[in-house]
């Protein structure tokens, strides 16, 4: 069992940066697959990028976000730079159910979740 706890969020202009902070405690990070998803109000959940052997962004955030752990702190970040009004929501960081080489985006391959960190991207 894991249990995260995101932080970070806050209010920001557009081209501004953030950084995410997912913390762990519970167990030793590295062997789960993490990954950082995303949901605005009347939305569906969105996977945004995820890391275990490898690190992985979708296109709507590539370039922009960069997902890093330290494994030290037990932590997970998301870097969050050029930030625009659509990536205003609520963001989460899940762990998967057990350890994992590979990641994905899709919300069920996770099995622990955080309670979220609002961002929000408006002048």
């Known amino acids: 069992q894991v249990q995260l706890v995101e932080s970070g969020g806050g209010l920001v202009q557009p081209g501004g940066s953030l950084r995410l902070s997912c913390a762990a405690s519970?167990?030793?990070?590295?062997?789960?697959?993490i990954g950082w998803f995303r949901q605005a109000p009347g939305q569906e959940r969105e996977g945004i990028s995820c890391?275990?052997?490898?690190?992985y962004t979708t296109e709507s955030v590539k370039g922009r976000f960069t997902i890093s752990r330290d494994s030290a702190k037990n932590t997970v970040y998301l870097q969050m730079n050029s930030l625009k009004p659509e990536d205003t929501a609520v963001y989460y960081c899940?762990?998967?159910?057990?350890?994992?080489?590979?990641?994905?985006?899709?919300?069920?391959?996770?099995?622990?979740w955080g309670q979220g960190t609002q961002v929000t991207v408006s002048s």
């Open positions: 899940a762990a998967s159910a057990s350890p994992m080489l590979w990641c994905t985006t899709q919300t069920s391959g996770y099995g622990y």
């Open positions: 519970g167990s030793t990070l590295e062997p789960y697959a």
């Open positions: 890391i275990s052997r490898k690190a």
